[in-house]
């Protein structure tokens, strides 16, 4: 399966951000996808999973509601909804493909897509 995430720009603070990760190739239903991020000068870190069928997500613990999943299998797409977004939210956010259930370390995910960067200025 390919990935190309895209979506991203540049966004005040507070605003709302909803980045597309576009799936070509391979049986997209069978995939779970997570979200990272790498912020500049900073490691990458784990945003997030939607699984397979789209009935389980899980966020890191400093999301805290702010975002959201959402698939559609049909379309082969993935969206991640931001809001309340934050100075520190600022990286390059790539989505990922995993079989076999779902994981929070980016070494388990073998498909990768190009990021998109969000810059939040204040």
């Known amino acids: 399966v390919q990935l190309q995430a895209c979506g991203g720009g540049l966004v005040q603070v507070g605003g709302c951000l909803r980045l597309s990760c576009a799936a070509s190739g391979g049986s997209f239903s069978t995939y779970s996808v997570g979200w990272f991020r790498q912020g500049p000068g900073r490691e990458r870190e784990f945003v997030g999973y939607?699984?397979?069928?789209?009935?389980?997500?899980s966020y890191a613990s400093w999301v805290k509601g702010r975002f959201s999943f959402a698939r559609d299998n049909d379309k082969r797409m993935v969206y991640l909804q931001m809001s309340s977004l934050k100075p520190e939210d600022t990286a390059v956010y790539s989505c990922?493909?995993?079989?076999w259930g779902v994981g929070i370390e980016a070494d388990e995910y073998g498909y990768w897509g190009q990021g998109t960067q969000v810059t939040v200025s204040s």
């Open positions: 939607i699984s397979a069928s789209g009935s389980s997500t």
């Open positions: 990922a493909a995993k079989t």
